[in-house]
């Protein structure tokens, strides 16, 4: 049975309202991707300040694996995965809309076919009983002009056809922040120091050995402040033997107290170093526990020339 042209129109108006409601669904969807990459983005250039932070320490790291203990890079890349989680979850959503919006285009495709196999049909009838082919017929053909005017480069289907085709694949998001991360920290530069700076700084920054170090020092000077007053009471006594030991032993208490405190006062007096301790949240507890260890190295070298000389 033939169609008639108001069935053509509603069907063509359906299909077009849905058009409509997919393409408006599908620009909030790439307006809130904009956004996501330029959140992404600022995530990416706060995780590289985290990294060159602790690159400038003179730690040496490649891959985000490497700077994961950081709390400030900890959080960025948190907040980017979070970022990208709700990112793929939507894109999820869009391409189950797709599956109608093809539907949709689909359907255009074929009411399209079915309007021209009408309009050819009944250009054929030169009359019909009730002359309803004649009197449809423009009407019909207007409408399948709308129709091929929703389908070309600037009408409703043509846009929702373009805006699928540019629909990202499941997993993108992953890969662009991937993309994001690798390209904020290869703008990342190593600290230009040496090994021995280094080491020496990894000794002043690493709270736990300093501690240890400091208690070290703290011995040896208790040591030598003991040998030293055994060495006094030994001269006074006139006891050679207990006097030579004695200064013995204060001369390699003083002797290891130097060598334990040199590689942290060489660090503290480092420009470079001296900076990185300053800008830490120890630095202060860092400068006054290689003080306290330089002052009782003086302390031990002043007195032991004193001893020596008993």
Do not use: C
Not at 66 to 80: Q, R, T
């Amino acid at each position: 049975m033939a169609r008639k042209l108001e069935e053509f129109k509603k069907e063509f108006q359906t299909l077009e309202n849905k058009a409509l409601e997919y393409i408006r669904t599908l620009t909030q969807f790439e307006t809130s991707n904009n956004n996501a990459r330029a959140f992404i983005a600022e995530g990416a250039e706060e995780l590289a300040r985290s990294v060159q932070i602790i690159k400038d320490t003179g730690y040496k790291g490649k891959e985000l694996k490497d700077f994961l203990g950081d709390p400030g890079v900890k959080k960025a890349v948190a907040e980017i995965d979070s970022m990208v989680k709700g990112r793929e979850a939507e894109l999820g959503k869009m391409h189950q809309l797709k599956t109608k919006a093809v539907a949709v285009l689909q359907a255009s495709t074929k009411l399209s076919t079915e309007m021209r196999n009408e309009i050819a049909s009944r250009k054929k009838q030169l009359s019909t009983k009730l002359g309803i082919g004649n009197k449809s017929l423009p009407g019909m053909i207007a409408e399948l002009e709308k129709l091929a005017r929703a389908r070309d480069d600037k009408g409703a289907f043509s846009e929702l056809q373009d805006m699928l085709n540019d629909l990202d694949q499941p997993g993108e998001w992953k890969t662009k922040r991937n993309e994001a991360i690798q390209d904020a920290l290869s703008k990342t530069k190593d600290a230009a120091i040496s090994d021995n700076q280094r080491a020496l700084m990894k000794q002043a920054l690493d709270q736990r050995h300093l501690n240890t170090v400091h208690a070290r020092a703290k011995k040896l000077f208790g040591d030598f402040a003991a040998a030293a007053k055994l060495a006094k009471e030994a001269k006074k006594g006139n006891k050679a033997a207990e006097l030579k030991k004695a200064k013995a032993d204060a001369s390699t208490a003083a002797k290891n107290l130097v060598t334990t405190v040199e590689p942290l006062e060489k660090a503290i007096k480092d420009p470079f170093i001296s900076k990185r301790v300053k800008d830490s949240s120890s630095g202060s507890k860092i400068t006054q526990l290689v003080g306290e260890m330089v002052s009782m190295r003086d302390t031990a070298v002043k007195e032991a020339k004193v001893v020596a000389a008993l």
